[in-house]
Every structure is written in structure tokens, then in C-alpha cells.
């Protein structure tokens, strides 16, 4: 077995929240981005940190042999049992959706002084509803999503240059258990020319239809599946595009399938609620207002882009899904945003400041660049601008815009 792939941004958010019992932490994500081995790193880190193994309460709710544990009350009964003494115990409840009614076992459990409880969900409903309701104020988020580039670099099998392992941090996946895949694929298939990539695509695909099936057919009671699908595959197909519900509803149509406003919108609920996709809301730069008209839509893995259509597509719309998740790991809130009739990628906003994006595949001709600096150069404000590029540009600053290499930019 491959040695767990160090999180370690994730793992000082989570310590940093340590015994803290009064507060529920909770690490959300998409189905396999790594929760469960982060909760492994942490309890590593807990053990060489004092705390006795004895201590530590570890239950997934994906495992068969705790199917009994799917009863909150019973869940209730064996932790509080189960702690040792008066002194602080650990408490890791992994997948804690699939126990119905599991916000009452986890407030009362909050209420212990001597409990330290984290969970995971792979779907953002659990954080409504009632649980929202008796633990407001009580509990912090942090979202997890798959590997950053620079955390796939660091577990990378072999040596190779910048561009070849970017190119398969995008085709095979940035979720972890794929780089232990890439690895096997590159010492028992050695001789070919490349990689025999069909394990990965195998692994996609039960990854795949475990969201599809689990957290949208089942928890949206969706009857049409082959419609849901096609949905999914033209909004893979379409990130980064500007577009509403009535855009897809007439492309839809276009293509021969009927499909009504308020099915589309459930489907892409279920699609956010997973994980799946990202929203992004446009801002007016110049009039400094959200606009409620359209929005863009990312995707938290492109292997599952490439996994459904077969195909690269345009690399500028991937190259921007890829910049787009490493602003969001770095903990911007994020817009795109309009300045007069022009576009500029990402308003990325943290700590009070505000910084402009422009994602370019390559800024080589001249009529390119002049393209990407014309918008930022629009904006009257002082704010850092960057154009983030795959090339490597002969200067770096060009009337105050900053022109980076984004791989660069993306393992600093």
C-alpha cells in the first residue's frame, strides 16, 4: 500500500481547531478527495503528540462492520461508553450522513466536555435542515477538495518535467488514489510507450457512479437517468462558459430532449450538494455589485471531465477550471467579473483584499496578449492583476500587470 499523501494545509486547519470541544469540526469534500486519510494523518499527529491511542475513536460509516452504528442512539450509547475518564477524547465519525437522524447524536456528544468530535460528509445538505439549525454557531466547515498540483508533484512517482506531470494531474485525475494507480501502471507496464491508463479510467468510473447514483439519483429521486447524464455531460463540457437554466434547457431541446426548468435546477443542485461542480456569480467591477444574471460553473476533478466525453476540449476552459481550484484551496471568495463589455476571469477576493485574474493557455501572438491585458487594463483600481499563462513570458510586469507561468504559480 502507497504511503498516505501528506495534506498538510488541511492537517494545520484541522489542529488548529484541536480540543476545542465545543465546537464541531467538519470536513466536507467530494466522495474520495482524501477525507478519510486526513483523518488518518490527524490521529497520526494526535499520537506523537501525547495522546494515547486508547483516546481516539475512529468509525466509517462505509464499512459493513458498522452497520449497527447506523442507529444514532446506539452511535450515542458506544461513544459516550466507550470514552476514557475525564480527559479529552477524540472522536472521528467518517461519512456521518449515512446515519439518519445523526444531528441529534452529534449535538448531544457536543455537549460532553471530554469529546472532541470531527466528521466528514460528502454532500453540503447534511449542513442544513435541522443539524444547521441545533448546531448553529457551533460547528466550522473545512473543505476538502483532490489534490492541489503542488501536492501531486510532492507524490509523483518518477521524475518528470512540469508540463508532463500537469498534463496527467488533468487526464488521469487529482483525486489521491490515482497517483498510486500511475505509479503501479508506470512499474508493471514499464516498456510501453506511455501510460496503460485503464485502471485509472476503472476507478474514475466507480468514483463516477457513486456520486451519480448516491448522492443525486438517490437523494433527488431523479426516474430519468440517461437525461440527469446528459445534463452532466454538457455542463462538463461547457466550464467556464457563462450560462442559466434556460441556456441549457434550449440546448436540450436542440439536441432532442425535452426537459423542464425545475428539473434542470434539481439536477444541478444535486450536482453542487455533491461536490461536483462549483458556482461562480459574476460581479461588476466599475458599479462594485453581484449580478444576478448567469454564472459560471467549474469542476472539482477534470478526469472526470475527460472520463465522460473522451476528449480535451478547449485547454484555455481546463487551464481556467484548474487556476479557478487552486484559488478556491487557498481560501479566496471568488466571482467572475464584467468591466464595461469585457470579461475579466476571476475578482478573487481574501482578507479583505481584492486581486484580478486572467487565465491564458498561451499569450505567444501579439493580437493574445493584447486581448488579455485590455480588461485589466479597464480597472482603475490599485489592485494586484495577474495573467496566469502556460507559457514562460519574457517579462514578468507590463504596465503593472504581473504575467506569471502558472505552474509556477501553482507549486509556490
Given at each position: 500500500m502507497q504511503k498516505a499523501i501528506e495534506r498538510p494545509d488541511y492537517l494545520m486547519r484541522l489542529a488548529g481547531w484541536k480540543d476545542k470541544s465545543d465546537v464541531v469540526k467538519i470536513i466536507t469534500g467530494i466522495r474520495r478527495c482524501g477525507k478519510s486519510t486526513l483523518f488518518k494523518l490527524y490521529q497520526r499527529y494526535l499520537q506523537k503528540n501525547g495522546v494515547s491511542g486508547k483516546?481516539?475513536?475512529?468509525?466509517?460509516?462505509?464499512?459493513?462492520?458498522?452497520?449497527?452504528?447506523?442507529?444514532w442512539r446506539v452511535l450515542h450509547n458506544h461513544i459516550k461508553e466507550n470514552c476514557v475518564g475525564d480527559t479529552m477524547n477524540y472522536v472521528f465519525l467518517d461519512e456521518i450522513q449515512s446515519v439518519p437522524?445523526?444531528?441529534?447524536?452529534?449535538?448531544?456528544?457536543?455537549l460532553a466536555e471530554n469529546i472532541d468530535l470531527y466528521l466528514?460528509?460528502?454532500?453540503?445538505?447534511?449542513?442544513s435542515g435541522e443539524f444547521a439549525t441545533l448546531l448553529s454557531g457551533r460547528y466550522v466547515e473545512i473543505h476538502m477538495l483532490p489534490l492541489s498540483f503542488k501536492e501531486y508533484v510532492s507524490a509523483y512517482p518518477y521524475n518528470a518535467a512540469p508540463d508532463k506531470m500537469f498534463g496527467d494531474y488533468l487526464r488521469n485525475s487529482s483525486f489521491p488514489y490515482t497517483v498510486q494507480l500511475t505509479a503501479e501502471s508506470n512499474s508493471l507496464l514499464n516498456k510501453k510507450n506511455g501510460w496503460d491508463n485503464e485502471q485509472i479510467q476503472m476507478f474514475l468510473r466507480g468514483v463516477y457512479n457513486t456520486i451519480v447514483l448516491k448522492d443525486i439519483v438517490e437523494r433527488r429521486k431523479v426516474a430519468n437517468v440517461s437525461r440527469l447524464e446528459s445534463v452532466i455531460k454538457f455542463m462538463f463540457d461547457n466550464i467556464g462558459s457563462e450560462m442559466s437554466l434556460r441556456n441549457i434547457q434550449n440546448t436540450?431541446?436542440?439536441?432532442?430532449?425535452?426537459?423542464?426548468?425545475?428539473t434542470i435546477e434539481n439536477y444541478l443542485s444535486g450536482l453542487l450538494d455533491a461536490f461536483v461542480l462549483y458556482k461562480v456569480g459574476r460581479y461588476d467591477i466599475k458599479g462594485k455589485k453581484?449580478?444576478?444574471?448567469?454564472?459560471?460553473?467549474?469542476?472539482?476533478?477534470?478526469?472526470?471531465?475527460?472520463l465522460l466525453l473522451g476528449r480535451e476540449g478547449d485547454m484555455g476552459r481546463i487551464l481556467e477550471n484548474a487556476v479557478f481550484l487552486e484559488l478556491f484551496r487557498r481560501g479566496y471568495m471568488i466571482h467572475t467579473g464584467k468591466i464595461n463589455r469585457s470579461e475579466v476571469d476571476f475578482v478573487a477576493v481574501k482578507d479583505g483584499y481584492t486581486e484580478y485574474y486572467q487565465v491564458s493557455h498561451d499569450i505567444g501572438s501579439k493580437e493574445t496578449f493584447q486581448r488579455e491585458i485590455a480588461s485589466l487594463n479597464m480597472i482603475s483600481d490599485h489592485n494586484p492583476k495577474y495573467i496566469l499563462t502556460r507559457d514562460y513570458p519574457l517579462e514578468s510586469l507590463h504596465d503593472g500587470i504581473k504575467i506569471v507561468n502558472v505552474l509556477e504559480w501553482m507549486t509556490y
Open positions: 483516546r481516539i475513536l475512529d468509525i466509517n460509516f462505509e464499512d459493513a462492520a458498522n452497520e449497527k452504528f447506523l442507529d437522524e445523526f444531528q441529534k447524536a452529534v449535538n448531544s456528544l457536543r466528514t460528509g460528502s454532500n453540503s445538505r447534511m449542513l436540450m431541446k436542440s439536441g432532442g430532449r425535452d426537459i423542464q426548468l425545475p453581484h449580478l444576478q444574471t448567469n454564472a459560471k460553473y467549474y469542476l472539482s476533478d477534470i478526469g472526470l471531465r475527460y
